[in-house]
């Protein structure tokens, strides 16, 4: 089909649309010319680079939001002030910018850099390898955060490879050690001494990260059936069983803990709530006073893997109690410890031995 229109009439309407002229002088336009599909395409306004420090701050946002304080903390520390520092530095300011080159170099940086820590300033340390994989991890889903937002294209950490992840070996505290913790946790002086018995016993007892142990309320805590709510990553909640030893020492420390506003329920000699580097500070002293080496609030995790396996042999037992969400974690976890499955039967938990 051909139709047949005057110039005014084609070149008012759209002066770019394909014509032809027949031998008569008449202009013509096919309908294939007529279809917008066809018409010549218009180039989309550019979009202005996003601004890398708007990036980051609209990922703590939403962190601050939505994780916990912990989470915002990582991605403070591993993004806004690691990468975002050593990008800044060399004047890397948009995300487009933003190279697959400048990443592995911020990565390169970070594995020789050293630092040195609090009361030995002349000697200097290497990072670890699991700070630098928490660098690649953070950055990698920064990048992708920006993706989602389409405020890039493409991340420029597609298919770089993660630092190669150390295998060591984790050591569980013996029995011994289990024993002399306790002993000297129940020798502060005043309601402290029930509060640092209470605390080892729990971790020893149920397993739980440093800060599902912080984050036990008073209503966390099922007195009749003698159970426990931790509030687990992802905010996965799990319940576990409190053994008798634990459930006495619990028992004492309410009787005699300050009784302040909200649900504050480990508190300090100050009567205000417990940080993590103050429960840190306490094991680790803990430790130095019993002669134990290398007491942090994660080995006594490590023991209660070690000792719930050992006498359960259910290694989907011991990844419930744990909080694992798959089971290969578990797998990778005991395989660490070094444990063996199991020499006699019966539920056991550390607390029982600690009697």
């Known amino acids: 089909m051909v139709c047949f229109l005057s110039i005014r009439e084609v070149l008012g309407s759209n002066p770019s649309t394909p014509t032809k002229v027949d031998r008569y002088g008449h202009l013509q336009i096919r309908e294939w010319a007529a279809n917008p599909r066809n018409m010549p395409r218009q180039r989309a306004a550019q979009q202005p680079a996003f601004e890398l420090s708007d990036a980051i701050a609209s990922l703590l946002d939403e962190y601050a939001y939505e994780g916990s304080a912990k989470t915002h903390s990582f991605y403070a520390d591993n993004v806004g002030r690691a990468l975002g520092g050593y990008l800044a530095a060399r004047g890397v300011v948009t995300l487009e910018a933003v190279t697959r080159d400048h990443v592995r170099d911020f990565l390169i940086a970070e594995k020789r850099r050293t630092y040195t820590r609090h009361g030995q300033p002349d000697v200097h340390h290497l990072i670890s390898n699991s700070t630098l994989r928490h660098r690649y991890g953070a950055a990698r889903r920064f990048f992708g955060y920006c993706v989602e937002r389409g405020?890039?294209?493409?991340?420029?950490?597609?298919?770089?490879?993660?630092?190669?992840?150390?295998?060591?070996?984790?050591?569980?505290?013996?029995?011994?050690?289990?024993?002399?913790?306790?002993?000297?946790?129940?020798?502060?002086?005043?309601?402290?001494?029930?509060?640092?018995?209470?605390?080892?016993?729990?971790?020893?007892?149920?397993?739980?990260?440093?800060?599902?142990?912080?984050?036990?309320?008073?209503?966390?805590?099922?007195?009749?059936?003698?159970?426990?709510?931790?509030?687990?990553?992802?905010?996965?909640?799990?319940?576990?069983?409190?053994?008798?030893?634990?459930?006495?020492?619990?028992?004492?420390?309410?009787?005699?803990?300050?009784?302040?506003?909200?649900?504050?329920?480990?508190v300090t000699q100050r009567n205000t709530r417990l940080t993590y580097p103050a429960f840190w500070m306490v094991v680790k002293h803990l430790g130095e006073y019993a002669g134990v080496e290398d007491s942090h609030p994660h080995r006594f995790r490590h023991t209660f893997a070690t000792e719930f396996t050992a006498a359960n042999r259910d290694i989907r037992a011991t990844q419930r109690r744990l909080g694992h969400e798959k089971i290969q974690t578990t797998e990778n976890y005991l395989h660490a410890l070094g444990v063996d499955y199991g020499l006699e039967d019966g539920y056991r938990t550390p607390d029982i031995w600690l009697v």
């Open 151 to 266: 405020w890039i294209a493409h991340s420029p950490m597609e298919g770089m490879r993660a630092p190669r992840k150390e295998k060591r070996a984790v050591f569980p505290f013996s029995q011994d050690e289990a024993r002399r913790l306790v002993r000297y946790a129940s020798q502060a002086s005043g309601w402290l001494g029930k509060r640092d018995r209470a605390l080892i016993l729990l971790m020893l007892g149920t397993g739980a990260r440093a800060d599902e142990v912080l984050g036990v309320a008073p209503g966390c805590i099922n007195w009749p059936k003698r159970e426990i709510v931790l509030h687990g990553k992802g905010g996965k909640d799990r319940r576990m069983r409190l053994g008798p030893e634990l459930y006495r020492a619990l028992r004492e420390y309410d009787a005699v803990r300050p009784k302040l506003p909200g649900n504050l329920w480990w």
